[in-house]
């Protein structure tokens, strides 16, 4: 069998590792295409181990249709104010996404917003719908379809697909209209909610949970029978670590003294965090005042995309480590990451991905809700995931953040139900102990062979 993945950019082939690795053992000739022009450094190195290591993976660069420019004033239109439904949660994207939009459109467009009548406008699902029968009128792109046809995969897979300016979006409207089964695995707990829309509704999409499912159908009109619940892919390899490294062993190794108790701090994304240094020096500065933390030794782990904001960082109880960042995409970065949550007391940050990674880790979290970062924390609907969670410490300030550490340094771990319970109806809705890259595996070939494929989940639901 025959299957392609289509990937916006080659990080986020960190995802499909597993999947894809699974696929080649059984046998299956799998391609990689991806895309992103300007690839930062080091973000594709993932792809180019598996390439290495595994028999029967070729991997090659995205086609760019040649009138994308003229198609993306449309579909990034279509971004923007769907954001300004009344169903959506997050009306103050809409303006983030406008300056993907052609000047003169987005003119109009913002000049609409400042009213309360421009703004039903723009958010109704009439006029939004009426946009998207434009992409009825444009005609898959001649070159993807020949391609798609001299290579004659038995499917498509497209990731993220729901993102700006997806070029991957063309190879599932080829493979549509030549009859070629299409998947869209929805990556990221926050991409319904934060990266645009469905231009194209893919035959299946796959989603971690039932709240994502919940957003797919209620936000982009994905039809629920086509929607399949497989668990959160990208934390797939975190259920099969185990540390590499005693507690003072790890110390050595990031450079603390080894009687130090540990406080993990996950910086965010730029997009949420920006420059979190001021932030974090004063909450250092709070701990480091209480006695019962007084000897904890905070320990920073940059955020990959926004590492230089530290590089003239220097505080008594702050180190930072490592210190560019890392992405974690091969099995070194992986244990190294496993091994830094496992020896913290417990992690504290505003709203990151990496709450999840330290749930299924079991260690205690803790969020400080603050004015500064209140628009990236309640303000962003994929933070409401967490708190529905109810697995964080929420603190309002500084002082309640170090009470809560000094209470989990006395071994008081008040949420630990509600995080494990988390991370199974979150993460792994179908099963502590079943893979989600043999589940996406699964799913992949048996819409490749044209099942039915939620009727073979159920089956398999019930027989385990």
Not at 8 to 14: C, E, L, M, P
Not at 199 to 219: G, K, S
Request: hydrophobic share 45%; with cysteine; charged share 25%.
């Amino acid at each position: 069998m025959k299957i392609l993945f289509v990937l916006h950019h080659a990080g986020a082939f960190r995802s499909f590792d597993a999947v894809i690795r699974h696929l080649c053992c059984a046998d299956h000739e799998v391609t990689v295409l991806y895309g992103s022009k300007k690839e930062l450094a080091g973000i594709d190195r993932g792809l180019k181990v598996c390439a290495q290591e595994v028999t029967g993976l070729k991997v090659g660069r995205l086609l760019t249709r040649k009138s994308f420019a003229r198609l993306t004033n449309t579909r990034e239109l279509i971004n923007c104010i769907g954001y300004l439904n009344p169903r959506h949660p997050n009306p103050q994207l809409a303006k983030r996404y406008g300056f993907t939009v052609i000047r003169p459109i987005w003119k109009v467009a913002r000049s609409m917003m400042k009213n309360a009548i421009g703004r039903r406008i723009l958010g109704s699902d009439w006029f939004q719908k009426t946009l998207k029968q434009a992409e009825r009128f444009i005609p898959p792109d001649r070159a993807i379809c020949d391609w798609l046809r001299a290579q004659a995969p038995s499917i498509v897979v497209a990731s993220p697909f729901i993102f700006s300016l997806s070029e991957e979006l063309e190879y599932v409207k080829a493979a549509k209209s030549l009859k070629i089964p299409t998947l869209v695995p929805v990556l990221s707990w926050d991409n319904l909610t934060t990266k645009g829309t469905f231009h194209i509704i893919p035959d299946v999409t796959l989603v971690w949970n039932e709240a994502l499912a919940e957003e797919a159908v209620r936000l982009h009109a994905v039809p629920r029978k086509a929607i399949v619940e497989t668990g959160a892919l990208p934390f797939d390899f975190w259920f099969g670590m185990r540390p590499s490294l005693d507690r003072a062993s790890f110390c050595r190794r990031i450079g603390v003294p080894p009687e130090s108790r540990v406080l993990l701090y996950l910086c965010s994304s730029p997009y949420i965090g920006r420059d979190e240094v001021p932030f974090v020096l004063e909450f250092a500065r709070v701990l480091h005042q209480r006695p019962e933390t007084r000897s904890v030794r905070l320990l920073v782990r940059p955020h990959p995309l926004n590492a230089s904001i530290w590089d003239e960082v220097a505080a008594e109880n702050i180190t930072i480590w490592p210190k560019k960042g890392e992405f974690v995409d091969v099995p070194e970065a992986k244990q190294s990451y496993y091994d830094t949550i496992h020896h913290a007391a417990a992690a504290v940050g505003l709203n990151t991905s990496a709450f999840l990674e330290t749930a299924i880790v079991d260690r205690p979290c803790i969020t400080i809700l603050t004015e500064r970062y209140a628009s990236k924390q309640k303000g962003l609907a994929h933070f409401q995931h967490l708190l529905d969670g109810d697995f964080l410490q929420v603190a309002r300030g500084f002082s309640e953040a170090v009470a809560f550490v000094a209470d989990i340094l006395k071994g008081e771990d008040i949420k630990a139900p509600q995080r494990r319970r988390f991370v199974e109806n979150f993460i792994r809705p179908r099963g502590l102990d079943k893979p989600v890259h043999e589940i996406t595996a699964r799913v992949i070939e048996g819409i490749a062979k044209g099942e039915d494929v939620r009727r073979v989940m159920l089956d398999e639901a019930v027989k385990s």
